[in-house]
């Protein structure tokens, strides 16, 4: 099996190689079949990362929970305590820059959000395995906050991103759903 690291490299290197129209029409896809979720109707609160260039794009989604009434809550991080905190996003507006291109919520311009209050996390990551266990980033940043979150999870990720089996620790968080260009997987 695979470390943690060379997954990681992997994952990276599969999202890198994806053409930007294969990209979106796998997006396309990935998007129809959230949204026609049960998941996605019964959830008033979406958390939602701002998606990187390489990952699956999220602002489409974070444009239809608005126009939906949903509320959207995106995280900050917090690197010095590797920490998260979720914050409402009204506006495209409301976000900064920050280390590593990263766009955040200002956090003086929106309101904290209490971890059982969001009803669906969409949750990032570069690799998936069938029983949810993910490769993310390194930080851990996601696991912390997902110990104590009670509500449901789920990962957009392309086909090409899931691989039979992830190493993972006792603190590693699975995600109850994963989302790819056929469907729910998990």
Known sequence: MKTK?????????VLKKMSEEEKKQKEQEIYLALLN????EEASTIGCTIAQAHEVETAPIIE????????????????????????????FDQLETVYFGLQEPVPTLCPVY???????????????DFNGYRIGYGGGYYDRYLATYANQTVALATEAQL??????????VPVNHIVTEKGFRL
């Open 5 to 13: 690291l060379e997954l990681r490299t992997y994952g990276k290197e």
């Open 37 to 40: 979720s049960q998941l996605w």
């Open 64 to 91: 239809l929970a608005w126009q939906e009434g949903k509320k959207v809550v995106v995280p900050k991080c917090t690197p010095k305590e590797s920490h998260l905190d979720f914050h409402e996003l009204s506006s």
């Open 114 to 128: 209490e971890p059982n209050s969001i009803d669906l996390m969409l949750v990032p990551g570069l690799i998936f």
């Open 163 to 172: 691989v039979e089996r992830v190493p993972f620790e006792d603190y590693d």
